[in-house]
């Protein structure tokens, strides 16, 4: 993104959408993980470990659905978002959290890099 962004060959508000649609679409597939195939978490290419989904399921039942709103971070954020499926949480609740993560997450890195 931050290439794309620098070689000016589109715009910024496409890059953003982009970016931000693309990574919500991703927290969706986790969601759904979480929400219908959990079942298949034994296997070799189901995306989070044991581990993981242990500490994000600790993280949401602390802190509750906010925690969604850290979705963007690297390591935690699919775990997060998987824990959610997997405790239920309504989908338009964990849109709205994920969504205004994650286009804060591209709004700062668009906002901090140079014109």
Known sequence: MVAAALSAETTRAALFLAATVGNVLGAL???ALGRFAI???????FPVSPLARQKAETLF?????????FSWLPIVGDPLTLAAG???T???VFLA??????AGRYAAL???MPS
């Open 29 to 31: 597939v986790n969601y």
């Open 86 to 88: 997997l405790l239920r």
């Open 90 to 92: 309504p989908l338009t």
């Open 61 to 69: 039942a602390r802190y509750g659905q906010p925690v969604l709103l």
């Open 110 to 112: 668009l906002w901090l």
């Open 39 to 45: 079942r298949f978490e034994d296997r070799r290419w």
């Open 97 to 102: 959290y994920v969504t205004i993560g994650k």
